[in-house]
């Protein structure tokens, strides 16, 4: 596992889109997030569409384009495996709901859909990471304040510092920032 000395540099790393603090990442706690997929992962005909590859690809795709905007406060390893824990259920709950409603609607997933699936899975995440036309594209969706407070985020510059500066409450500024990502995400499509 981590050594939790070098954990902050290593979170530190990732929100600044450093590759090879992302594969580090990928490196150490890909093996425990397969684990949890995997325990989550017991429908026959969801995995007949969908492996924990897929799913684990998606949670880190998405962990690192919020991580780059700052929107994560981690501290130590069990934070980060806790919350790719979280991610991933989610993650594997929204692809059932898609999947039983694809059911009742009369058809199934269709088929070039998990085609791409299968190709994306061949991206490593630090691929992912590395790609600048991801992270582009997600600044592009920011507007000039919401990327300001990314950034400032991305740096580790606490709530309360930046709301000093700028004015306006802490905990405002934090939602405006999440919701700001999760739009992005969304419009993305990267959820």
């Not at 450093?18 to 969801?46: F, K, Q, W």
């Not at 690192?64 to 594997?92: C, K």
Request: proline letters at 4%; hydrophobic letters at 45%.
């Amino acid at each position: 596992m981590a050594d939790v000395s070098s954990f902050p540099d290593l979170i530190r790393l990732v929100r600044a889109g450093n590759a090879g603090a992302a594969a580090e990442l990928v490196r150490r706690y890909e093996p425990a997030l397969r684990i949890a997929i995997r325990v989550r992962l017991t429908d026959p005909a969801l995995r007949r569409i969908v492996d924990s590859v897929d799913v684990c690809q998606s949670v880190l795709a998405n962990f690192f384009v919020r991580a780059a905007a700052g929107q994560f406060d981690l501290e130590r390893p069990e934070q980060l495996l806790a919350l790719l824990a979280t991610m991933a259920r989610n993650n594997v709950t929204n692809l059932a709901l898609k999947e039983r409603a694809a059911r009742r609607g009369g058809g199934r997933v269709e088929h070039g859909h998990v085609e791409e699936n299968h190709a994306a899975a061949d991206l490593t995440p630090s691929q992912i990471v590395a790609n600048d036309e991801l992270l582009g594209a997600f600044r592009s969706r920011l507007s000039p304040e919401e990327r300001r407070l990314a950034d400032w985020r991305a740096l580790g510059r606490p709530w309360a510092e930046i709301a000093a500066e700028i004015g306006g409450e802490p905990d405002a500024l934090r939602v405006q920032l999440n919701r700001a990502i999760d739009r992005v995400v969304r419009e993305l499509g990267l959820e």
